[in-house]
C-alpha cells in the first residue's frame, strides 16, 4: 500500500524559511517522479513542484521559481522542499503526490498533508 | 484565477444525477487527459477518475467521467448524502508544462 507522510509545517515569520519532507513507503520510490501541490486554506488546488526519479528533473511552478527547492533522498525514501523567502500567500496545506505508475507524471497518491503558516 | 473552470457549486437531491463541468482550452483539456478528485473537509484529495473516464479500484461505478474537446465532466448518479464534497478537475498543461486544476465544485445533497 503506497503511503506518503508529510512532515515539517508550521508558523514561520514573512521573509523565513521551513523544510517540508515527505516519507514514502509501499513503492520503489526511486523509480517514481513525486510532486508537491498546496492548497490555501478554503481554496483551491495549486501545483508547485515536482522531480524526476533520480532527481535530473525539476519543475517549478512561476510563483514559488527562485524562492523553492524540491529535493530527493532515494536512499531514505523522503522528499524535501526547502521554502525560503516565505510569503503570507504560501500559507497552505502542502500535499505530497505520486504516480501510480513509475513511468508516468500523474498525481494519483497524496499524502495527508502539512500545514504552513507564514505570518508575524 | 484558476485555468481550468468549474461551477463553484452543484447541487442534487438523494437518488439524483448531478454533473460537473470542466473547461480548459487547446493547451490542457484540448491535448491531455483530464482527471478528476473528490476532498472531503480537512482531508486530503482523492483521486475519483484518470484518463477522462477510468476509475481507480474502489470507487464506485456511480462516478462517470467523460470528456469532448477541451471540456470534460463528472457525472454521479444515485446521489447519496456522503457524496457531499468538493470536486476538482486537472489536467496537464502543454504551454504551463505543469499541473493546472479547476477552482473545485462544492456538491450539496439536499
Known amino acids: 500500500e503506497v503511503q506518503l507522510v508529510e512532515s515539517g509545517g508550521g508558523l514561520v515569520q514573512p521573509g523565513g524559511s521551513l523544510r517540508l519532507s515527505c516519507s514514502a513507503s509501499g513503492f520503489s520510490f526511486s523509480t517514481y517522479a513525486m510532486h508537491w501541490v498546496r492548497q490555501a486554506p478554503g481554496r483551491g488546488l495549486e501545483y508547485v513542484s515536482a522531480i524526476s526519479g533520480d532527481g535530473g528533473g525539476t519543475y517549478y511552478a512561476d510563483s514559488v521559481k527562485g524562492r523553492f527547492t524540491i529535493s530527493r533522498d532515494n536512499s531514505k525514501k523522503t522528499l ?33 498533508g502539512t500545514l504552513v503558516t507564514v505570518s508575524s | 484565477q484558476s485555468v481550468l473552470t468549474q461551477p463553484p457549486s452543484a447541487s442534487g437531491t438523494p437518488g439524483q444525477r448531478v454533473t460537473i463541468s470542466c473547461s480548459g482550452s487547446s493547451s490542457n483539456i484540448g491535448p491531455n487527459t483530464v482527471n478528476w478528485y473528490q476532498q472531503f473537509p480537512g482531508t486530503a484529495p482523492k483521486l475519483l477518475i484518470h484518463s477522462n473516464s477510468q476509475r481507480p479500484s474502489g470507487v464506485p461505478d456511480r462516478f462517470s467521467g467523460s470528456k469532448s474537446g477541451t471540456s470534460a465532466s463528472l457525472a454521479i448518479s444515485g446521489l447519496q448524502s456522503g457524496d457531499e464534497a468538493d470536486y476538482y478537475c486537472a489536467s496537464w498543461d502543454d504551454s504551463l508544462s505543469g499541473w493546472v486544476f479547476g477552482g473545485g465544485t462544492k456538491l450539496t445533497v439536499l
Not at chain 1, 521554502?83 to 499524502?111: H, I, K, Q
Open chain 1, 80 to 112: 524535501y522542499l526547502q521554502m525560503s523567502s516565505l510569503r503570507p500567500e504560501d500559507t497552505a496545506f502542502y500535499y505530497c503526490v505520486s504516480p501510480a505508475d513509475s513511468s508516468g507524471w500523474e498525481l494519483d497518491y497524496w499524502g495527508q
